[in-house]
């Protein structure tokens, strides 16, 4: 089937779009995964504050990664959002086990987050050629990611 051909169920995704979504999908299951270990265990001076500031980061990474999962849905891709899927194939670094002190929390996820922007940025391109319907739901995932990183990191800085 050529790419992006409309048959009897719809439009149907290329393998370089399914790869990119399925690619986006899995490392914002990890952010999301990553991002309540983080809520769970970070202590310290500023702990409430980046404690809610985590849970609000987590479900907007949720609510974004549904939204991708249900693109991908719609062009006849099967998204994999298995645990071992998501360990094998995620672009993002481990998060730290234990206890992490706040300010470490702080740059251990704005990492985080700036790694599945980088992603997000690498495929956008490719994406937009593709399905542009697509590449605008990135458009809103870099929007609200770059925005959760700078007021995350923003703990840590001094005017």
């Keep these: 089937m050529a790419e992006n051909e409309t048959n009897d169920e719809g439009v149907t995704a290329s393998e370089k779009l399914k790869a990119n979504l399925q690619r986006v999908l899995v490392n914002l299951v990890d952010l999301h995964v990553q991002g309540k270990q983080a809520h769970w265990n970070v202590t310290g001076r500023g702990?409430?504050?980046?404690?809610l500031q985590?849970?609000?980061?987590?479900?907007?990474?949720?609510?974004?990664?549904?939204?991708?999962?249900?693109?991908?849905?719609?062009?006849?891709?099967?998204?994999?959002?298995?645990?071992?899927?998501i360990a094998a194939t995620s672009d993002l670094a481990d998060y730290p086990a234990g206890l992490v002190n706040v300010n470490e929390t702080i740059d251990?996820?704005?990492?985080?987050?700036?790694?599945?922007v980088a992603v997000v940025r690498e495929v956008h391109d490719d994406v937009d050629a593709e399905d542009p319907t697509s590449a605008d739901l990135l458009h809103a995932l870099l929007e609200d990611l770059e925005k959760h990183a700078w007021m995350i990191s923003s703990e840590n800085r001094e005017a």
């Design 47 to 51: 702990f409430r504050t980046l404690h």
């Design 108 to 116: 251990a996820v704005t990492a985080r987050i700036r790694q599945a």
């Design 54 to 85: 985590l849970d609000e980061l987590v479900a907007a990474v949720r609510e974004h990664s549904d939204v991708i999962a249900e693109r991908m849905r719609a062009l006849n891709v099967v998204p994999d959002g298995r645990a071992e899927t």
